[in-house]
């Protein structure tokens, strides 16, 4: 799911990584890591303490590493405190994503000097069938009335607080099912605890830095 | 641990699961209630003696509700006891299922 929010994330026609809010593409991320442990059988949750169910590894080094780090916290036993915890150790979730995206060969890697000086990162789509297809699983996730996969009602429920479901489908579109992504945001037990911690956690982030004006 | 058991009444077939449906236990829940919608046009997953349910367990009974959709037969969730019944609440899943007090058979 890692690979799937970065897609959801790369601009189509710049290669750039965009985000129509602060962080959000990061929130997204650490709710990613927190999907895919759960897909993988690692962790588990009930109405209120998350727990680590299965230490073995998954494959994935990035997930891997993450596990490891909140074995070490026995004293973490909610999502939010996860979130948050995986939220301040967020810096490499999305180069190793980009880096597994650019082995598969969907994306490739480019940099270059914006007025002589700025570093300037593109990550082109090689192949835009695979970004399309994350999209279209979303568009009918939301715009359906049957029951969708729980892994599309996981990436429903991460786009929707990071602000990526505006790359998926129109305003007006969004609008017009607004119950219906709300209720998809509530229907799994993680995903309705990590939507909130993510908004949780964006809203003490905002608490926190000065505004400027 | 979880017990699960199975038996036809009035054209439903009933799945009865006993215990704690959470991720140890998540993939027999599915398997079973996956094979019941397989092969029955009217499935009822009785959870009357059910203790726990995790976020996995719910996973469980979503994906046999998506497959029960997709063949286009019946599935019913019953008896709930009351926490379970509060994680379906919160979840928000009696929006997607159809939650009985008692079997519908």
Known sequence: MLEEVVLLAVDETSGGLRSTREFGTAYA????????????????????????????PTGSATLDRVLAAMDQRGDLTTVRQW???IFHRRDDLEGEALSSLIRLGL???????????????????????????????LAEAI?????????????????????????VLSEKQLAARRERIQML????????????????????????????? | MIQLSEETRSGWRVVS?????????????????????????RVAA?????????????????????????????????????????VFEMSGLHHVLRIHGELPC
């Not at chain 1, 270059?112 to 069938?129: Q, T, Y």
């Not at chain 1, 037990?189 to 905002?206: E, M, Q, Y």
Request: charged residues 25%.
């Open chain 1, 29 to 56: 991320l650490v709710g990613a890591v927190f999907f895919d442990l759960a897909l993988a059988r690692k962790i588990d949750t009930g109405t209120e303490a998350i727990h680590i169910v299965d230490r073995s």
């Open chain 1, 83 to 85: 979130i948050d915890e």
């Open chain 1, 107 to 137: 994306l490739r890697h480019e940099k270059s000097k914006r007025l002589w000086i700025i570093d300037v990162e593109r990550f082109p789509l090689v192949d835009n069938r695979p970004q399309r297809d994350v999209r279209l699983r």
């Open chain 1, 143 to 167: 715009l359906s009335d049957t029951i969708p996969a729980t892994r599309d009602i996981m990436l429903v429920s991460i786009a929707e607080p990071c602000g990526l479901l505006g790359y």
């Open chain 1, 185 to 213: 945001c509530n229907l799994e037990t993680i995903s309705r605890k990590v939507a909130g911690a993510i908004n949780a956690l964006d809203a003490t982030l905002h608490q926190g830095i000065p505004r400027m004006m």
């Open chain 2, 17 to 41: 699961v006993s215990g704690r449906a959470d991720s140890e236990a998540a993939d027999a829940l599915e398997a079973a209630l996956r094979s019941a919608v397989k092969t029955n046009a």
């Open chain 2, 46 to 86: 009785d959870f009357a003696t059910l203790d726990y349910i995790s976020s996995a367990g719910l996973r469980a009974v979503l994906e046999a509700a998506r497959a029960a959709q997709t063949r286009g037969s019946e599935f019913a969730v019953c008896g709930l006891s009351a926490p379970v019944r509060k």
